[in-house]
């Protein structure tokens, strides 16, 4: 089983989202034998929570299925996880303190994304719906390259 981590600060906007996003495409795919994904944030600000209600509107708005309650990135997560993929530099930079160091398991989720790449995934998490639907788009075709990037690696 391939385990796939999205990490955002707060694992409530946009770590959640995509996260459902790729169990979606994991399922249309016929893959959900071969692979999961959960989400994790790196701040412990909403550890048991369910994902904002604009997160929870945009994937509903997209007929994505979004079931999550909020946890923090910890140290273990390395080992139980394949890719751990962060949101942006902040956070990617808060995991690999967490960590301890650099490992070949990090990416970035705008690594994978055809129209930005390395870019920062924004946070929506002061602005309208508007910033939602972007990060949805952003992440809906990141994670079909991520999707893409894992077939061909693996083999699938």
Not at 37 to 52: I, M
Not at 98 to 119: I, N, P, Y
Not at 126 to 132: A, C, D, H, I, L
Not at 138 to 150: A, H, M, N, Q, Y
């Amino acid at each position: 089983m391939i385990k796939i981590l999205f990490v955002c600060l707060g694992n409530i906007c946009r770590s959640p989202l995509a996260e459902a996003i790729f169990k979606q495409k994991i399922t249309q795919n016929g893959l959900e034998s071969k692979i999961s994904c959960d989400s994790a944030g790196t701040a412990n600000y909403h550890v048991g929570e369910t994902p904002d209600p604009r997160t929870i509107d945009v994937a509903a708005n997209h007929d994505v299925p979004i079931h999550h309650f909020g946890q923090q990135f910890k140290k273990h997560h390395e080992s139980e996880f394949d890719y751990l993929i962060a949101m942006d530099r902040s956070n990617r930079m808060n995991m690999i303190r967490e960590l301890g160091g650099e490992t070949d398991s990090l990416f970035q989720m705008r690594d994978f994304d055809v129209e930005a790449k390395g870019e920062d995934v924004p946070d929506p998490w002061y602005g309208g719906m508007n910033g939602f639907e972007d990060v949805f788009q952003i992440l809906d075709r990141s994670t079909d390259e991520l999707l893409k990037f894992i077939k061909e690696k693996h083999g699938l």
